[in-house]
């Protein structure tokens, strides 16, 4: 190494000190409600489900997707949970696992529970089960050797099993099942009568060798499955009666417009694929409504993506929220809540905020709790403090994250940064910065994505045709859950003001969507590590500092000390993106623009439908994407594959990055298809000679 060369550059010596960008407390929603960690030392592997058993308040059980029951004592300080169950289960690829748990409400007396999952029998590959176990031990554990199957029934795809099972207050057992699976319900299964797909079943577990059918179940021709009690279920994601009344209360997860919850009776027909949510799916069937039953709360994909059925509150500790049914949607995290005592239900709310909310649990006391899909956790929903936040920030130039007096400008406190592949965003110029509080560093997940401490505020705003139209802060909560909150610039360019929901406006010759905050959070997930953009491989650039100096990122952020544990490896021997325009290869841009646009939402756990799993470093053959058929049904393109080598024009990848409204990709907040991109993933397709 030559001397003369000097060390490499920084651009900054110091840690700017940040004392007046900070994180003030939530807009005020119309749920005085929060979520509260419970069992802080216990962590579990992909839970979907959180019960007791009757007469046993002292423990809860939790349901892995992987196949184990975990069981643990209901006390804060509990360190260890044990195994209640283990089973060998169908994980993957697809929604499949152990996918649901339901206590005999005689379990006090004989010991029995039953389960539901997927195993890999049956000419499909997948099956769902639904057995019973008994307890040898005085309801300690499960004996997997006791298993007597109840019920079987093969999957002709391999998402939406459903999986949900329950005991109403009928002593029956009902079972919730998908439509099957695929996009578009290509088998009419929820209309079908002659199959129990895409239904809500009863059965009494009590009768017969496996069981018997309710004389009162609706269904009794000679075309007709008996075991029906409801059907036009598409994907039924959590179902519960409520304690007080009996309602059959659930979530039916829709295809690319509604979410849905409905409450379920007997001989009911609740419209899939007729209709999804109370809206025309299939115009080929004429949209018939009558007899169809409409949802009782609905919200469209701007808001959410997918529906996480809950609960009617009916505890004692929060008496505001009695008779209210809480439910979530499990790619914002937002928990919703709708008082249903009245003579009529009346409209949904905001109540609080989660993260990958898989479900709701309910004690025998009827308190409420979230499960958290990917950090693994349980939370309790408590009441609030009672106190108003009306003094949120309305204006930019009051955030303190910008000049009072100047608000195109930053504060002195803020950090600026850039990404080495960005994010389309419609054509809009791009400015980023970040902001931390003193004395706090950030650390780095397995994925070299940044770990933000609580109290941090990432800031970006945007430009079409040089003018500022946007900022967009997203801020770390006290509760360490993230918020989005859009400011709009007004046309002087002296000032932003505050949105509360979406906005659609034409700029120039384009349209504009300044995103919900419930947008934000859909686009930046509890799997993706919630900051977008920020991670080793984008931040491994050169960028020029506000010093005049230009220095690789990775490096000047480790000499100013901001990561927890400082870099090690010099940013030269790291891995790095690669934008469109670069010199690098075919592959590697490609890849790196479907890390950048596509792997926030297509990662495992990360919300995109399907197994396709689009991260940089992901090898070839493990894209889950080549030859691969989709799962949410092929847009009317006869052989559509996700990726077919060499044929762009068979390929859903190319035919959604290039279309707008539905089943575009992405899917929010862009009206205009990336030239670029679509160009530079067209061209890796049409040179693939076949999948790896």
């Given at each position: 190494m030559s001397s003369s060369q000097g060390p490499p550059a920084i651009g900054l010596q110091t840690r700017p000190s940040n004392t007046t960008c900070v994180v003030p407390a939530r807009p005020l929603t119309n749920g005085n409600v929060r979520l509260e960690r419970v069992f802080p030392a216990l962590s579990f592997d992909q839970p979907i489900f959180l019960l007791q058993a009757p007469g046993t308040p002292g423990f809860f059980f939790v349901v892995e997707r992987g196949g184990a029951v975990m069981k643990f004592a209901n006390n804060d300080a509990v360190e260890v949970a044990t195994a209640f169950i283990r089973l060998n289960v169908n994980a993957g690829p697809g929604e499949a696992g152990l996918l649901g748990m339901a206590f005999h409400p005689n379990w006090q007396q004989n010991h029995l529970a039953f389960l539901s999952y997927t195993d890999d029998e049956g000419s499909t590959g997948l099956r769902t089960v639904i057995s019973r176990f008994r307890s040898d031990d005085g309801g300690a554990t499960l004996n997997p050797a006791s298993e007597e199957t109840v019920f079987t029934l093969e999957q002709p795809y391999d998402n939406h099993n459903g999986g949900g099972i329950a005991f109403g207050p009928d002593g029956f057992l009902y079972i919730g099942l998908g439509d099957g699976g695929s996009g578009g319900d290509p088998l009419n299964a929820g209309q079908d009568l002659e199959t129990l797909l895409g239904?809500?079943?009863?059965?009494?577990?009590?009768?017969?060798?496996?069981?018997?059918?309710?004389?009162?179940?609706?269904?009794?021709?000679?075309?007709?499955?008996?075991?029906?009690?409801?059907?036009?279920?598409?994907?039924?994601?959590?179902?519960?009666?409520?304690?007080?009344?009996?309602?059959?209360?659930?979530?039916?997860?829709?295809?690319?417009?509604?979410?849905?919850?409905?409450?379920?009776?007997?001989?009911?027909?609740?419209?899939?694929?007729?209709?999804?949510?109370?809206?025309?799916?299939?115009?080929?069937?004429?949209?018939?409504?009558?007899?169809?039953?409409?949802?009782?709360?609905?919200?469209?994909?701007?808001?959410?993506?997918?529906?996480?059925?809950?609960?009617?509150?009916?505890?004692?500790?929060?008496?505001?929220?009695?008779?209210?049914?809480?439910?979530?949607?499990?790619?914002?995290?937002?928990?919703?809540?709708?008082?249903?005592?009245?003579?009529?239900?009346?409209?949904?709310r905001e109540l609080a905020f989660g993260s990958s909310v898989s479900s709701f649990g309910e004690d025998l006391q009827g308190e409420l709790y979230v499960v958290n899909l990917s950090q693994g956790s349980i939370h309790k929903i408590r009441a609030g403090t009672g106190m108003v936040n009306d003094t949120f920030p309305a204006l930019l130039s009051q955030t303190g994250c910008v000049d009072s007096t100047d608000p195109t400008q930053m504060a002195p406190g803020v950090i600026p940064y850039d990404v080495a592949d960005p994010f389309?965003?419609?054509?809009?110029?791009?400015?980023?910065?970040?902001?931390?509080?003193?004395?706090?560093?950030?650390?780095?997940?397995?994925?070299?994505?940044?770990?933000?401490?609580?109290?941090?505020?990432?800031?970006?705003?945007?430009?079409?045709?040089?003018?500022?139209?946007?900022?967009?802060?997203?801020?770390?909560?006290?509760?360490?859950?993230?918020?989005?909150?859009?400011?709009?610039?007004?046309?002087?360019?002296?000032?932003?003001?505050?949105?509360?929901?979406?906005?659609?406006?034409?700029?120039?010759?384009?349209?504009?969507?300044?995103?919900?905050?419930?947008?934000?959070?859909?686009?930046?997930?509890?799997?993706?590590?919630?900051?977008?953009?920020?991670?080793?491989?984008?931040?491994?650039?050169?960028?020029?500092?506000?010093?005049?100096?230009t220095a690789n990122q990775l490096r000047t952020l480790n000499h100013i000390g901001l990561f927890t544990t400082p870099l090690t490896t010099q940013p030269e021997l790291m891995e790095r993106l690669s934008p469109p325009q670069s010199a690098s290869s075919l592959q590697d841009r490609a890849r790196s623009y479907l890390h950048t646009n596509c792997a926030y939402c297509h990662r495992p756990n990360g919300g995109g439908r399907g197994d396709s799993n689009l991260l940089y470093?992901?090898?070839?053959?493990?894209?889950?994407?080549?030859?691969?058929?989709?799962?949410?049904?092929?847009?009317?393109?006869?052989?559509?594959?996700?990726?077919?080598?060499?044929?762009?024009?068979?390929?859903?990848?190319?035919?959604?990055?290039?279309?707008?409204?539905v089943a575009q990709m992405p899917p929010l907040a862009t009206s205009q298809v990336d030239p670029l991109g679509a160009a530079l993933v067209d061209e890796w397709i049409s040179t693939m000679g076949g999948c790896p």
């Open positions: 239904k809500m079943l009863r059965v009494d577990v009590d009768q017969g060798p496996t069981y018997g059918i309710p004389s009162s179940n609706p269904f009794t021709g000679a075309n007709q499955k008996r075991e029906i009690f409801a059907y036009g279920l598409r994907n039924p994601w959590r179902f519960s009666f409520d304690r007080e009344l009996g309602t059959l209360w659930v979530g039916d997860v829709g295809q690319d417009r509604w979410e849905e919850i409905d409450v379920v009776t007997r001989g009911g027909n609740y419209g899939w694929r007729l209709r999804e949510g109370a809206h025309c799916y299939n115009p080929g069937n004429n949209c018939p409504t009558v007899d169809l039953i409409e949802p009782v709360y609905e919200y469209p994909h701007s808001e959410g993506r997918s529906v996480t059925g809950g609960y009617v509150y009916r505890g004692s500790q929060i008496p505001a929220l009695y008779g209210t049914y809480v439910y979530a949607d499990f790619e914002t995290g937002i928990i919703y809540g709708g008082y249903v005592d009245g003579p009529t239900p009346e409209p949904s389309w965003s419609d054509g809009a110029v791009k400015t980023r910065f970040m902001a931390l509080p003193n004395t706090t560093t950030i650390g780095l997940d397995a994925d070299g994505d940044f770990e933000f401490p609580i109290g941090t505020v990432l800031i970006k705003s945007f430009r079409l045709a040089g003018r500022l139209i946007e900022t967009r802060l997203f801020m770390r909560h006290e509760d360490g859950e993230w918020g989005g909150y859009t400011y709009e610039w007004n046309t002087a360019q002296t000032d932003a003001t505050l949105l509360t929901a979406q906005k659609d406006v034409d700029i120039g010759p384009q349209r504009w969507t300044y995103p919900s905050r419930a947008q934000c959070l859909q686009c930046h997930s509890a799997a993706a590590g919630r900051s977008l953009g920020l991670e080793l491989l984008q931040l491994n650039s050169e960028f020029t500092y506000p010093t005049g100096i470093w992901t090898a070839d053959a493990d894209l889950g994407i080549c030859n691969e058929a989709p799962d949410e049904g092929d847009l009317g393109i006869a052989g559509a594959r996700l990726l077919v080598p060499g044929n762009p024009a068979l390929s859903l990848l190319h035919v959604r990055m290039n279309r707008r409204g």
